[in-house]
């Protein structure tokens, strides 16, 4: 498979070619800090640091032909520094290689049946664009065979393909050098779903139901401290009708009480009709319907009548419970009635969600990225320094660290990063493309306690040389930057030894600017 050596400071590969036609994609730096899901380069290595061997191509090989017949596409062999693994996947359906190839091959009309050999570069979950890597290695090779050329014809397949449908890593890979996007993929799409108002305010809404014991007019109180809308507003509309039937329910109960305890001193003053107390207590109940029950029931003890007492003891221990309950709805909501209100809220959000979903197509087109002309002497003394420390990062599990309410001067503070490396590309200025890289305030610091040693590398790379120093990537792949190669050695060297000292092994690879993507071996 591929062999490679160092002639003058250049990468020469080798390869045995056969009937095969062969593609190359290089590895890939995405973000450069502050650049984040926006910014990528692909890279080509000059030098494995204080490595013995051949040197290590940072990219992945497909090689494809024609078959004799049988499937459309079939994965032959996966091979990793050219030995044979039987460990990746060679399902067409599930290897992203040969979901890209035949993505192209759909597009174009292509049926003849292929077989495809694919070379992986040696890691996965590096922070490096291996996914990409296969992706565009796989994409490219199925338009040559098919007799297509133009790059630009796959960027939105490469783009859909990716696994996480982010253009920082594959599109570099497609064309080459620094590449600059600002095409709305599906997953911009559902991070802005994450922020939608009305998403959030009812989050926020479900957030008050389930916490606590509160009573429903604690959580009235709380809701429309939530943003106003429409389905907040619905919720608290129908709260306000539990609380309205609650309070008919407690009304009515009164209501019953003044009925039981009329009918029974009426059925007394029948009985015992020459006790004109009795009449009196019709009057007064009577006349006091709206008053309080426990005023009633002292105003008729005080007409002494042992007859009714028992009645008014009954009454009173009535009234007492239905005080309480009527305090309990003020302080409690029933599980069954806040089931009812969190069901109401889940259904809501649920509704936004759905409203508010991507499609399932990725929009990068021709117009949503542009390949930077960067000047030729910025090019030939920028130096990439590429730390791998022997751990595995999953770029999931990566981006779920990333804080999605960042502060806002955190956010001015990226923004001005951004705009000091763009400019500092055009101008050629490596200083102050380096210092820009190294001041992410919201990706970096969240994943960094991922790398063990990532800022005491970071120190000791500004010390050696370094201009910039940041995560390639998801990580854990680091990369500095420098103007000259024996800074470049003195970084990677010093950032083996700190990530050596918190337990783990690495590899250094020097880099150069690879200026031509994807290419025909």
């Known amino acids: 498979m591929a062999t490679g050596k160092e002639t003058e400071g250049k990468a020469v590969f080798e390869y045995s070619l056969g009937n095969w036609l062969t593609v190359a994609a290089p590895a890939t730096v995405a973000n450069l800090g502050v650049g984040f899901d926006v910014m990528g380069v692909s890279i080509l290595n000059i030098e494995d640091v204080d490595a013995d061997g051949k040197l290590t191509f940072l990219g992945d090989i497909v090689k494809i032909k024609h078959s004799e017949g049988g499937s459309p596409l079939e994965i032959k062999a996966v091979y990793v520094r050219g030995a044979l693994d039987s460990s990746f996947i060679r399902d067409v359906n599930k290897n992203v290689a040969a979901i890209a190839a035949q993505e192209v091959l759909r597009a174009r009309g292509y049926r003849q049946p292929l077989e495809?050999?694919?070379?992986?570069?040696?890691?996965?979950?590096?922070?490096?664009?291996?996914?990409?890597?296969?992706?565009?290695?796989?994409?490219?090779?199925?338009?040559?065979?098919?007799?297509?050329?133009?790059?630009?014809?796959?960027?939105?397949?490469?783009?859909?393909?990716?696994?996480?449908?982010?253009?920082?890593?594959?599109?570099?890979?497609?064309?080459?050098?620094?590449?600059?996007?600002?095409?709305?993929?599906?997953?911009?799409?559902?991070?802005?779903?994450?922020?939608d108002q009305d998403i959030l305010s009812l989050s926020q809404a479900q957030q008050i139901l389930a916490s606590g014991n509160l009573g429903i007019s604690d959580y009235r109180a709380e809701m429309e401290k939530a943003?106003?809308?429409?389905?907040?507003?619905?919720?608290?509309?129908?709260?306000?009708?539990?609380?309205?039937?609650?309070?008919?329910?407690?009304?009515?109960?009164?209501?019953?009480?003044?009925?039981?305890?009329?009918?029974?001193?009426?059925?007394?003053?029948?009985?015992?009709?020459?006790?004109?107390?009795?009449?009196?207590?019709?009057?007064?109940?009577?006349?006091?319907?709206?008053?309080?029950?426990?005023?009633?029931?002292?105003?008729?003890?005080?007409?002494?009548?042992?007859s009714i007492s028992p009645d008014l003891e009954r009454l009173r221990t009535y009234e007492k419970r239905r005080l309480r309950r009527i305090e309990c709805d003020k302080t409690y909501t029933s599980p069954g009635i806040k089931k009812r209100l969190l069901g109401l809220v889940e259904e809501y959000i649920a509704k936004k969600r759905r409203e508010s979903a991507p499609s399932n197509t990725a929009s990068a087109s021709t117009n949503d990225y542009e390949t930077l002309s960067i000047p030729d002497r910025f090019l030939d003394n920028l130096y990439f320094v590429l730390i791998k420390p022997d751990i595995s990062i999953s770029?999931?599990?990566?981006?779920?660290?990333?804080?999605?309410?960042?502060?806002?001067?955190?956010?001015?503070?990226?923004?001005?990063?951004?705009?000091?490396?763009?400019?500092?590309?055009?101008?050629?200025?490596?200083?102050?493309?380096?210092?820009?890289?190294?001041?992410?305030?919201?990706?970096?610091?969240?994943?960094?306690?991922?790398?063990?040693?990532?800022?005491?590398?970071?120190?000791?790379?500004?010390?050696?040389?370094a201009y910039g120093f940041t995560i390639s990537g998801s990580g854990p792949a680091c990369v500095g930057v420098t103007d000259t190669l024996d800074a470049a050695r003195n970084v990677a060297r010093i950032s083996m030894r700190i990530f050596g000292e918190e337990g783990h092994k690495s590899s250094a690879y020097i880099c150069k600017v690879d200026t031509t993507g994807a290419r025909k071996l």
């Open 116 to 195: 495809i050999i694919l070379e992986k570069m040696p890691f996965m979950g590096s922070g490096m664009g291996s996914s990409a890597a296969s992706v565009v290695a796989g994409a490219y090779a199925a338009l040559l065979i098919s007799g297509g050329s133009s790059k630009e014809d796959i960027a939105n397949i490469v783009v859909n393909c990716e696994v996480g449908k982010h253009p920082d890593n594959v599109l570099p890979a497609l064309f080459g050098g620094f590449v600059a996007s600002y095409g709305e993929t599906n997953s911009h799409r559902r991070l802005q779903r994450l922020y």
């Open 227 to 306: 943003k106003d809308n429409d389905s907040i507003s619905e919720i608290i509309s129908r709260m306000d009708k539990l609380v309205s039937r609650f309070q008919k329910v407690r009304e009515g109960q009164k209501e019953q009480y003044y009925s039981i305890l009329y009918n029974s001193i009426q059925n007394k003053a029948k009985i015992h009709s020459d006790d004109p107390r009795l009449k009196e207590a019709i009057s007064i109940i009577e006349e006091s319907r709206d008053l309080d029950l426990n005023l009633l029931i002292g105003r008729l003890e005080n007409l002494g009548i042992e």
């Open 395 to 465: 770029t999931i599990e990566a981006r779920k660290r990333i804080n999605r309410t960042p502060d806002l001067g955190d956010v001015v503070a990226n923004s001005r990063g951004l705009a000091k490396l763009l400019i500092s590309l055009y101008k050629g200025d490596i200083a102050g493309f380096g210092e820009a890289m190294s001041e992410d305030r919201i990706v970096e610091p969240a994943r960094a306690p991922l790398i063990l040693g990532f800022y005491r590398a970071k120190e000791a790379a500004r010390r050696e040389g």
